[in-house]
């Protein structure tokens, strides 16, 4: 999990339904109604609790413009089209939409930087934005991906003497600085990819990274935005130009289809949560360009293949979801609703049918009309057939019972399997967990008692002291480290989970959060931070 600056980022961010609100209202002019119900006078505003890392916000911008993720399963199904060259009549994953956010690993055998290469091979979109070290190649034909540059991977900083550089005086946050098509010879000004930048002079990064592009050709086609002239690397250099941001390509229409639209950006932060909520910057007014630029001239793109650190996520609408009343619950003894007609008399109705049920059973009606009357020919010879079909149908049962079997130990189901201590492909968490919560898990969906449990667990093993409060403890990060601040507040938001006030944790949340919980147990065995011995 990508965590940020101290001074701006809180971690947490605790954001009610009037700062959502304003989250996912487009700019400009452009009324979408908000997302969840509207509270009515008098009634106390919902609130939620979102990591500022996180990227709800810009899922449910996505959610918004109708955009539904593509689930697990649909993969597969996806990945044997987009095996095979387009012709005129053949674009499978034209109507695709594939984001890449953070960094770019592998989930399962899926390569998300290979999904947005093929769908926009293909005229679909993609959106790669990553700070991590990672090589970039175009997207060609399917056999030949050429490299063309890649996501450098050092942090960039600008002059924070300069308020037109950077965020609040911080130089980690230097403003992305747009292209104008005329500083790109042959550049066509009227092109939809240059309309994602043009004119935000605010667009706030965090320690971002730059793009090294070797030259500028197919989806790679111009540098978008620029980092201020001021900006220097790690080593305290600056650079002889200012360094690429941003990069993009339309593609030119094909079969009565619109072109591929791409984009890569240096820096996944721009799209998170606390970014987008940040006063004084562009950030929103980027995030509802971007998904309007992807969705394509006429919104033809309805799908949407989203990885967030190599992770496929595959809900847009959990703000929406939160914000939902909780349905009413149904008393044990309530009778069925039978509307106007019989509903005034549905006591009399009930009375009517249980005397009649007494009537049958009495008669043994259904016995004699099935078998025939006790003791007569016609029953023994009913029992006889009763029991051939019975056994028939068992034989039958057992038979496609065995070729299941058979066809699912040849043929494994397309859907990923569920995690080693879960109790679904979308609800996992460490081992123990489920054991412990079966009954509240079915009952609430809210990990938060065994979460926090666990996590508990694992500060103590780490040598947190025996009473901690809600303040997290000092900490010795090792100089290995690349972003120490980072680290540090990642830990930071595990331990208000662990000590801080209680707050919801559904089980897809859980599985998101997951292997960033692993990444800081793996970091802490290799070393890398421990708590400061107690004076």
């Not at 000092?474 to 000590?499: C, F, G, Q, T």
């Not at 949340?509 to 990444?519: H, I």
Request: hydrophobic residues 40%; aromatic residues 8%; proline residues 11%.
């Amino acid at each position: 999990m990508k965590r940020r600056n101290a001074r701006r980022c809180s971690g947490l961010a605790l954001v009610g339904l009037l700062a959502l609100a304003l989250a996912l209202e487009p700019p400009a002019a452009r009324g979408q109604p908000p997302l969840g119900p509207r509270p009515q006078p008098g009634q106390a505003q919902p609130q939620l609790v979102v990591p500022g890392g996180g990227t709800e916000l810009f899922r449910a911008i996505f959610d918004a413009a109708k955009v539904r993720p593509v689930q697990g399963y649909e993969l597969q199904l996806l990945l044997k089209d987009l095996a095979f060259e387009p012709g005129p009549a053949f674009k499978p994953g034209h109507d695709l939409i594939v984001v890449v956010l953070g960094a770019p690993h592998q989930w399962q055998a899926n390569d998300p930087l290979w999904w947005a290469r093929q769908v926009v091979r293909n005229g679909g979109a993609a959106l790669i934005a990553s700070d991590d070290r990672c090589e970039l190649y175009t997207a060609g034909n399917r056999n030949a991906a050429r490299q063309i540059g890649n996501f450098n991977g050092d942090t960039v900083r600008a002059n924070d003497q300069n308020p037109n550089d950077t965020h609040r005086g911080n130089d980690e946050c230097p403003y992305a600085v747009p292209v104008a098509p005329d500083e790109r010879p042959g550049a066509d000004p009227n092109g939809r990819v240059w309309g994602v930048f043009r004119g935000l002079t605010r667009v706030a990064t965090n320690q971002p990274t730059y793009i090294n592009i070797t030259q500028y050709q197919n989806e790679y086609q111009h540098p978008l935005a620029r980092l201020p002239r001021s900006s220097f690397s790690p080593t305290g250099f600056g650079f002889r130009t200012p360094p690429t941001f941003a990069v993009g390509g339309d593609g030119a229409p094909d079969g009565g289809k619109p072109g591929y639209s791409f984009l890569a950006v240096a820096d996944s932060s721009v799209f998170i949560n606390q970014m987008l909520l940040e006063p004084g910057t562009d950030n929103r007014k980027l995030a509802f360009r971007t998904v309007e630029y992807l969705r394509g001239p006429d919104g033809e793109r309805t799908r949407c293949v989203f990885f967030e650190n190599g992770r496929l996520v595959e809900r847009f609408d959990g703000l929406q979801s939160a914000f939902s009343p909780p349905l009413p619950p149904v008393p044990p003894d309530a009778m069925p609703n039978l509307g106007t007609l019989f509903g005034k008399n549905q006591d009399k109705l009930i009375d009517f049918l249980d005397a009649k049920a007494d009537e049958l059973q009495d008669r043994d009606t259904l016995h004699k009309a099935m078998v025939g009357p006790p003791g007569s020919e016609r029953e023994e010879r009913s029992a006889a057939r009763w029991v051939e079909r019975t056994l028939a149908i068992a034989a039958v049962a057992v038979v496609l019972f065995l070729l299941r079997k058979l066809w699912g130990g040849r043929h494994p189901q397309d859907a990923p399997p569920p995690p080693n201590a879960g109790a679904g492909a979308a609800s996992t968490g460490p081992p123990g967990v489920f054991d412990r919560r079966q009954k509240e898990l079915a009952r609430r969906n809210n990990l938060y008692e065994p979460v926090r449990a666990v996590v508990r667990e694992f500060f103590a093993s780490a040598g947190a002291p025996a009473a901690p409060g809600p303040r997290m403890p000092a900490l010795e990060i090792s100089r290995a480290v690349r972003k120490p601040e980072s680290l540090r507040l990642a830990l930071r938001d595990l331990w208000r989970l662990a000590y801080g006030p209680p707050a919801p944790l559904t089980a897809q949340r859980w599985y998101e959060l997951e292997p960033y919980f692993e990444r800081l147990k793996r970091a802490h065995a290799d070393g890398k931070w421990k708590f400061e011995p107690a004076a």
